[in-house]
């Protein structure tokens, strides 16, 4: 098991190892950062855990050993989530067919995990994994995304919809997983009609994507009901960090498209007005809902807003993307995105309240970051 020791600079970040991208913290990044204010984690020699916040790394420690299945796991979040498990000792499996996951994304872990390449829309994929792992906790973050759901529908539909079924059937036989924290979005809601959106506002989704991610999170409640499945789903919005996909054609995030865009000196493109109102999320506060949910069980069976407390048009944030790089390029206006949301405004208490979920890292110092990482790679 990796140690860290944890040094605190000036205030809270995210503790990201800006060389390697990963949540988990290479000595490397001391150096590189020592004037950067932020909270920093760094690799140690083997041994135990070495932290001032004590209490995060009690309840880390509750993974050791612990048998985790992370499905989608060579993507952007989950990647980023098999490294933290692991880092906590627990024995993990990751399914991935790899349709937008890389392997190069858990080359840090890749000697402490299985890898099971394969798609869990595969009924006897599905089975045989979940027989052979016995995971203790399923982290279920393989689907599609909102643009690849407007290209084929089905495939979102079979991904999001059988590909849930198949594990929970799954873990149903093998009857030794404890909870299923799932990976929904902001997108069941739909455009808002109450501001800010409590998990309680109506779900009205404009995408396949949304309609299908509201479909699983019904799987969900009507499978607690019928069969006892203990799950936590997890809605996220606008989810950014290293690793994360530029490509514009498959659904790339609006933060790497315009941070590559910068570093290349072209135009960025804003969609529509650039009114669209966004919440950005850091992926190591996405990565901490999961393990806080995971360990939480009052607050299982239940759907959580997993944000921030920050809001940004997407005009803002090119200029603001602008200002943290340093890089001026001019912005061009592009058509609407199909299926785009005008508005994301949730509310995080119910996350706050029940699993002590807080964000911790601003707007501008993940982007801060997330530069970092990106010149770092271009450079390689
Ligand atoms: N990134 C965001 O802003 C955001 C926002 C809301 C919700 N989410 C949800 O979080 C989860 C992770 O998203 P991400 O941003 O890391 O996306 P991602 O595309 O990087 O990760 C998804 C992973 O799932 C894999 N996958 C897709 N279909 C599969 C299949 N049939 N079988 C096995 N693996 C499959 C992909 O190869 C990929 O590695 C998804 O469920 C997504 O809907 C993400």
Partial sequence: MSNFVQLTMNGAGPGLCLTCGSLRHCFITLYLLSDYPAKL?????????????????QDLRRFSEMRALVTGGAGFIGSHLTERLVDAGAKVLVIDDMSNGVQQNLSAVKDRITLRRGSIVDTALARSAVKEHEPEIVFHLAARNLVMSIKDAREDAAVTIIGLLNLLDAIRQTDRTETFVHSSTGSVYGEPVESPQTEKHSRTPTSPYGISKMAAEDYLR?????????????????????????NESTGGGVIPVFANRLLAGQPLTVDGTGKQQRCFTYVSDVVKANLLAALNRKCWCDFYNIATTERIDVLSLAKLMME??????????????PGDIMRFDPSIELAARRMGYAPEVSLRDGLAFYFEWLRSTRKQ
């Fill in 41 to 57: 984690t760094v690799h140690t020699s083997e041994g135990a855990l070495m932290s001032p916040d004590k209490s995060r790394d």
């Fill in 222 to 246: 009507v499978w607690n009901k019928l069969y006892g499945t203990q799950y936590v789903a997890l809605r996220y919005y606008n989810v950014y960090g290293p690793r994360q996909s530029a």
């Fill in 324 to 337: 943290v790089s340093g890089v001026k390029t001019p912005i061009k206006f592009g058509p609407e995105r």
